[in-house]
C-alpha cells in the first residue's frame, strides 16, 4: 500500500469504524480514485473494523505532527494549491500555467466569460477530465453543478436531506436529526415553505435553493458553487451572496464560486479570480479591482 496525505484525505468523512467492505463501499460511491480502492483492497480482513485512518495508516500526520504551540503555529498546507495547472478541453487550452494556494476561510469569486474554463476548473478539481500541473485539496470538495435536474417526484426535504447519503452506511436510514438539519438549513435560505413539497413543482430559482440547501448539509470545509444564483431573484441573489459570506467569516469555510453576478461582489470580502484575464491571478475584491475587470469583460463582449 502506498499512501499520501491527499489519497488519506478521501476517506476523512467514511463512516469510522467500518470495515474493510465498507469503506471500499465509501470510497466507490464517493468517487474517490482507484488507488485508494486498491490501497483498501490490500488491507487485512478479519472481520473487525477499523477505527480510523490512522489504523490503516500509521504515518498518517496528525494535528500533533504540525503544531508545536497553538497560539503561535498553525496547520501550514494551504486548503487549496494549485501549480502550474493546465487544461485543455478538444485539443483548445482554457486554462494555461495558472497557479495559486489558499488557506482557508477565504470567499474566491471566479469570473471570465462563457468557455473561459471555469467549470472545467472544478472538474478538474474533482478529478473528472485530465489536466497537466498539480492539484492539491485539503479534502474532497462539495459541488453544486451549474445545471442540476431531477425527473422523479420527491418532497424538496428528502431531496436536500440526500446531503447526507456518503455518511450513511448500507440501508441505514436517514435520522430526525438529518431532517432538523434540513429544516434548519431550509429556514436559514428563506424557503421553509418548501420543505414538504414536491420538487417538480418547484420553480427553477426555487429548485436551485433545495439544491444549494443539500449541498450544506454535506458540512465539508470546501465548497464548490458552479453559478449557484442562476435563475433567482434579486433577493435571493442577494440571499445567497450573504449566507456565503457567513459561510466564511463564521463557519470557517472555504468558498470557490463561480458567478456572472458581478453586481453582487462589490458587497463580498475575499479574492477574485478572471479566467478572462490574458495572466489569471488572484486579486482581492475591492471595487477598483471588479471595475477594472467588469469593464475588461464588457470590452472583450462588444469586440
Not at 55 to 61: G, L
Request: hydrophobic residues 40%; aromatic residues 12%.
Amino acid at each position: 500500500m502506498y499512501w499520501t496525505l491527499e489519497l488519506a484525505s478521501f476517506l476523512e468523512d467514511a463512516p469510522w469504524p467500518a470495515t474493510k467492505e465498507e469503506l471500499i463501499d465509501f470510497a466507490v460511491r464517493t468517487g474517490a480514485p482507484m488507488e485508494v480502492v486498491e490501497n483498501l483492497q490490500e488491507l487485512e480482513d478479519d472481520g473487525q473494523p477499523y477505527e480510523s485512518i490512522e489504523e490503516i495508516w500509521p504515518d498518517y500526520p496528525t494535528k500533533d505532527d504540525f503544531f508545536f504551540n497553538e497560539d503561535e503555529y498553525y496547520w501550514p498546507l494551504p486548503v487549496v494549491s494549485l501549480r502550474n495547472l493546465q487544461i485543455s478541453l478538444a485539443q483548445k487550452v482554457l486554462i494555461e500555467n495558472l497557479s495559486f494556494e489558499m488557506k482557508k476561510p477565504a470567499f474566491v469569486a471566479i469570473i471570465g466569460h462563457n468557455g473561459s474554463g471555469k467549470t472545467s476548473l472544478f472538474k478538474a478539481f474533482l478529478n473528472l477530465l485530465p489536466y497537466r500541473g498539480e492539484i492539491f485539496l485539503s479534502s474532497p470538495p462539495a459541488l453544486l453543478s451549474q445545471k442540476n435536474t431531477i425527473h422523479f417526484e420527491i418532497p424538496a426535504c428528502e431531496l436536500a436531506v440526500m446531503g447526507k447519503f456518503k455518511e450513511k452506511k448500507f440501508f441505514e436510514n436517514y435520522s430526525k436529526q438529518d431532517f432538523a438539519e434540513v429544516e434548519k438549513i431550509f429556514h436559514t435560505l428563506g424557503i421553509s415553505s418548501l420543505y414538504p413539497s414536491n420538487v417538480l413543482t418547484l420553480s427553477g430559482g426555487e429548485q436551485q435553493l433545495v439544491w444549494l440547501a443539500q449541498l450544506l448539509l454535506q458540512n465539508k470545509e470546501i465548497l464548490l458553487l458552479d453559478e449557484p444564483t442562476q435563475y433567482l431573484d434579486l433577493q435571493n441573489k442577494k440571499r445567497v451572496f450573504d449566507l456565503l459570506n457567513n459561510l466564511v467569516k463564521v463557519e470557517n469555510k472555504m468558498v470557490l464560486c463561480i458567478t456572472h453576478d458581478i453586481l453582487n461582489l462589490y458587497s463580498m470580502e475575499g479574492f477574485l479570480l478572471n479566467l478572462s484575464s490574458p495572466v489569471p491571478a488572484l486579486e482581492i475584491i475591492s471595487k477598483e479591482t471588479l471595475d477594472r475587470n467588469l469593464e475588461m469583460l464588457e470590452k472583450d463582449f462588444r469586440n
